[in-house]
């Protein structure tokens, strides 16, 4: 299971050992950052939770005369990871799951396919860097049952949901 990076709109707590009047718990704005007390705006969308306290602990060391105290960041509410689904399925809309989820479990939340959808011609559109890439997924075989999983179509079609993911089944 790939380790959770922090995605804007995630909710997240920030403590700072010892040190009361540093225990935040900040939403990650639409750009991507946070503010803290003694270090202002910090970058965290992308991040994992131990590269953000590494930031913060950073970004602290001129407050401080001997070692910073531990800097501990936990996800609490990861409402940052959303995705959508349309077209042809039984219940089309944007899903919160909490966690990430493959392209099945992604067509399950929205109540699996409709009757006439069209499972080898799935686009799944994806932001990367500035661009808006479009993906076709192939996984009629795999709802028909006789699919072996070791087919490099299958394997590539079920693919991890990323966080802003749209997914249109024809």
């Known amino acids: 299971m790939p380790e959770y990076r922090i995605n804007a709109g995630d909710e997240l707590e920030i403590y ?9 718990t900040v939403k990650v704005l639409p750009d991507g950052t946070i ?15 131990q590269q953000l306290e590494a930031s913060i602990t950073s970004k602290l060391q001129g407050q401080y005369r001997g070692q910073v105290p531990q800097v501990t960041v936990s996800v ?7 995705f959508s ?10 899903f919160t799951p909490g966690r990430y989820v493959n392209v099945l479990e992604a067509l399950s939340m929205a109540g699996g396919p409709g009757e006439f959808a069209n499972l080898d ?12 890439k479009a993906f076709r997924l192939h996984i009629g075989s795999v709802f ?4 072996n999983l070791e087919d490099a179509g ?3 079609s079920i693919t ?11």
């Open 16 to 24: 700072v050992w010892g040190e009361e009047r540093l225990q935040r």
């Open 35 to 49: 503010a803290f007390p003694l270090v202002g705006q910090v970058v965290a969308q992308g991040l994992l939770p």
């Open 76 to 82: 609490v509410n990861p409402s940052g990871m959303q």
């Open 85 to 94: 689904v349309m077209g042809r399925v039984k219940a089309p809309g944007t």
């Open 121 to 132: 011609n799935i686009l799944l559109l994806r932001k990367q860097g500035g661009q808006l």
């Open 144 to 147: 028909k049952g006789g699919s």
């Open 154 to 156: 299958v394997l590539s």
């Open 160 to 170: 991890k949901i990323e966080p802003g993911d749209t997914l249109i089944v024809p």
